[in-house]
Protein backbone atom coordinates (compact mmCIF):
# COMPACT_ATOMS: atom_id res chain seq x y z
CA UNK A 1 0.00 0.00 0.00
CA UNK A 2 1.67 2.72 -1.23
CA UNK A 3 -0.74 5.29 -2.66
CA UNK A 4 -2.88 7.68 -1.32
CA UNK A 5 -5.32 6.09 -3.54
CA UNK A 6 -4.85 2.82 -2.34
CA UNK A 7 -5.03 3.62 1.17
CA UNK A 8 -8.53 5.64 0.87
CA UNK A 9 -9.51 2.29 -0.55
CA UNK A 10 -8.50 0.46 2.26
CA UNK A 11 -10.00 3.03 4.66
CA UNK A 12 -13.31 2.23 3.44
CA UNK A 13 -13.09 -1.10 3.43
CA UNK A 14 -12.99 -0.36 7.44
CA UNK A 15 -15.48 -1.39 9.93
CA UNK A 16 -16.83 1.38 11.91
CA UNK A 17 -15.15 0.22 15.21
CA UNK A 18 -11.84 0.20 12.99
CA UNK A 19 -12.52 3.31 11.43
CA UNK A 20 -12.76 4.92 14.72
CA UNK A 21 -9.69 3.64 16.12
CA UNK A 22 -7.97 5.08 12.95
CA UNK A 23 -9.56 8.43 12.70
CA UNK A 24 -8.58 8.75 17.10
CA UNK A 25 -5.39 7.86 16.55
CA UNK A 26 -4.94 10.59 13.39
CA UNK A 27 -6.61 13.18 15.59
CA UNK A 28 -3.63 12.15 18.18
CA UNK A 29 -0.94 12.25 15.90
CA UNK A 30 -2.30 15.86 14.54
CA UNK A 31 -2.14 16.95 17.99
CA UNK A 32 1.04 16.09 18.76
CA UNK A 33 2.30 17.98 15.66
CA UNK A 34 0.24 20.65 16.59
CA UNK A 35 2.00 20.71 20.31
CA UNK A 36 5.31 20.34 18.90
CA UNK A 37 4.92 23.48 16.48
CA UNK A 38 3.75 25.26 19.37
CA UNK A 39 6.96 24.51 20.97
CA UNK A 40 9.40 25.87 18.36
CA UNK A 41 6.94 29.09 17.69
CA UNK A 42 7.51 29.78 21.38
CA UNK A 43 10.87 28.89 21.25
CA UNK A 44 11.19 31.10 18.40
CA UNK A 45 8.92 33.98 19.63
CA UNK A 46 11.68 34.02 22.99
CA UNK A 47 14.78 34.07 20.81
CA UNK A 48 13.16 37.24 18.61
CA UNK A 49 12.29 39.03 21.49
CA UNK A 50 15.35 38.47 23.33
CA UNK A 51 16.75 39.79 20.12
CA UNK A 52 14.59 42.25 18.87
CA UNK A 53 16.40 45.39 19.84
CA UNK A 54 19.23 44.24 17.96
CA UNK A 55 17.57 43.46 15.02
CA UNK A 56 15.32 46.70 14.97
CA UNK A 57 18.88 48.14 14.82
CA UNK A 58 19.48 46.02 11.85
CA UNK A 59 16.75 46.81 9.86
CA UNK A 60 17.08 50.62 10.34
Do not use: Y
Request: proline share 3%.
Amino acid sequence: MSTIAEIEAAIEKLDPDEFAKLAEWMASRNCASEEKGNDFKEAMDRVFSHHAPLLEKLAQ
